[in-house]
């Protein structure tokens, strides 16, 4: 174990994590970011982002993020490809485990963000930024006046389905029984809308267009008859949720029914309702609403704020 205790340690190096390494690190905090298991977060799978400020012709993602890494490095930021495996936030300071390493810290803050749920198909993830999104917000545009499909039949698929009417000439939702997890609400607005049509007991059994880097269809199964055709579709939007990262703090911080981390005033961490002193998290991990690059960078920059605060109440 070592006897170093850090200032600052953020959990995770996408938008939201980087932007809050640039600040503690301009604050002379020398952050540790731990990189996890998806270093860079969904921007780094992701192609062209033409929605964050000051990129008039848009930034490849992989790009943007690269670059928010240099600038954090270039204030002292250290990263490292780690991956935590466990924390104690009961005791001070916090203890977190890496690999065999235990790493001590003053305060911590969790920008592990949520990974999307994805079919689990080869062909799909070859896909992923090729015609194949996560991100209706992200990547509707693209779609424009194109045939399009969503896979889903909750909320989430709902909500994809109706914005991406704006730009799609035709929506397919796909869901795989004849039931909907979605409220009444929304599933009746989707019905009404003349862009939608509904394929129930229906699966993706492949995506193609796997050689050629650009979606051409999709395989299907409908499960009740049997029967097997491939839909022309130019784009799959995936409406089945995300996963938020944070399985790692059950029961030491609240969590909310969904898993996602509870947080007070966009940034508070807290338990059993008390906020929690020296923790904070930002972006996808907490934000189930947004969850868009420059919503994340905004609470990485509040969390780091915020832990300036709080270090120099501490006489740091």
């Known amino acids: 174990m070592s006897e170093i205790v850090r200032d600052t340690v953020i959990l995770g190096s996408g938008c939201s994590g980087l932007t809050a390494a640039i600040y503690a690190a301009r604050a002379n905090l020398k952050p540790l970011v731990l990189e996890g298991h998806e270093p860079g977060g969904q921007l780094s799978i992701t192609t062209l982002v033409e929605n964050f400020p000051g990129w008039p012709e848009g930034v490849q993602g992989p790009e943007l993020i690269e670059n928010m890494k240099k600038q954090a490095t270039r204030f002292g930021a250290e990263l490292k490809m780690a991956h935590l495996t466990s924390a104690n936030l009961l005791t001070s300071p916090f203890e977190l485990q890496v690999g065999k390493d235990i790493i001590k810290t003053r305060t911590l803050i969790i920008a592990s963000g949520a990974s999307a749920r994805w079919l689990g198909l080869p062909s799909e993830k070859a896909l992923v930024g090729f015609g194949v999104s996560s991100c209706a917000t992200c990547d509707g545009f693209f779609a424009s006046g194109k045939e399009i499909a969503v896979i889903g039949g909750g909320d989430s698929a709902m909500e994809e389905a109706l914005f991406l009417t704006r730009f799609a000439s035709k929506v397919t939702l796909i869901n795989r029984s004849e039931n909907f997890k979605a409220s009444r609400i929304m599933l009746e607005r989707a019905i009404a809308h003349p862009q939608i049509e509904f394929l129930h007991n229906t699966v993706v059994e492949e995506c193609l267009g796997v050689e050629e880097k650009d979606l051409k269809g999709l395989k299907l199964h409908n499960t009740k008859t049997d029967e097997r055709w491939t839909l022309p579709v130019q784009f799959m939007f995936l409406g089945i949720g995300h996963e938020p990262n944070a399985t790692m703090f059950s029961g030491q911080i609240d969590l909310d029914a969904d898993g996602y981390v509870k947080t007070e005033h966009n940034v508070f961490t807290t338990r059993q309702g ?43």
């Open 274 to 316: 008390v906020q929690l002193h020296g923790v904070y998290a930002c972006g996808d991990v907490q934000d189930r609403r947004y969850r868009q690059a420059i919503t994340a960078a905004g609470t990485g920059c509040m969390a780091a704020l915020e832990v300036e605060k709080y270090l120099e109440e501490l006489g740091r």
